[in-house]
């Protein structure tokens, strides 16, 4: 269901712990304690084709948008762009909105829609003319990934916050987390837990 759901999850108390790959909203917080346990960068994904190496966020929000729909309008090939996002609720997808389109942009209703990252990665692995976004700890060689501003999306990037598109990855709780779940979540932050966290392509917080 997404991070949205997660978040309901929590607030609801039909789970000990709600997950989140987005910051919470304002309205979100109320009642609800946020433990990080890993840090993500979203990264910007073309085909393997396509010459495009490079984009700014800003040139990326205008793809989005709808503003820049053929690829040589960014140093590409004369193809029109096949926009590729993920659902409503996907807490990807609320962090890229936040970082990438920011308040005065939507994404064009002429996006394709995918609600799972697999799935999205398989289209745009398919289509010499698509575009898309998703974790980069799921990033295959199937496709390519975009520098964003000159720099990649590496876990020292990351780490470091010069990789623009850096979100983090949320335990919730319903209060303070007691008994079963505070020892849960203290392994997740533990040495062995965080190496979890790295081996799945996250970067940690430790």
Do not use: C
């Not at 040589?72 to 029109?80: A, F, H």
């Not at 575009?131 to 799921?138: A, E, F, R």
């Amino acid at each position: 269901g997404g991070s949205t759901a997660g978040i309901k999850a929590a607030k609801d108390g039909t789970a000990n712990i709600g997950m989140s790959s987005r910051e919470l909203k304002p309205a979100e917080k109320a009642g609800l304690v946020e433990t990080i346990v890993a840090y993500d960068g979203i990264s910007v994904i073309v085909h393997k084709s396509n010459p495009v190496s490079d984009l700014s966020v800003e040139q990326v929000r205008d793809i989005y948008a709808g503003k820049i729909t053929n690829w040589k309008d960014v140093g590409g090939p004369d193809k029109g762009i096949t926009v590729i996002t993920r659902e409503d609720g996907s807490g990807t997808r609320g962090a890229f909105e936040e970082m990438v389109m920011g308040k005065d942009n939507s994404i064009a209703s002429s996006a394709i829609v995918q609600a799972q990252t697999g799935g999205l990665r398989k289209m745009v692995a398919g289509d010499a003319s698509a575009v898309g976004y998703m974790t980069m700890g799921q990033v295959t060689d199937e496709v390519n990934a975009l520098k964003l501003a000159g720099v990649e999306a590496t876990e020292p990037n990351v780490a470091a916050g010069t990789y623009p598109l850096k979100r983090p990855f949320l335990f919730l709780t319903k209060g303070e987390p007691t008994g079963t779940t505070k020892a849960f979540i203290e392994f997740v932050l533990s040495e062995a837990g965080q190496k979890i966290a790295r081996d799945d392509g996250l970067v940690p917080v430790k």
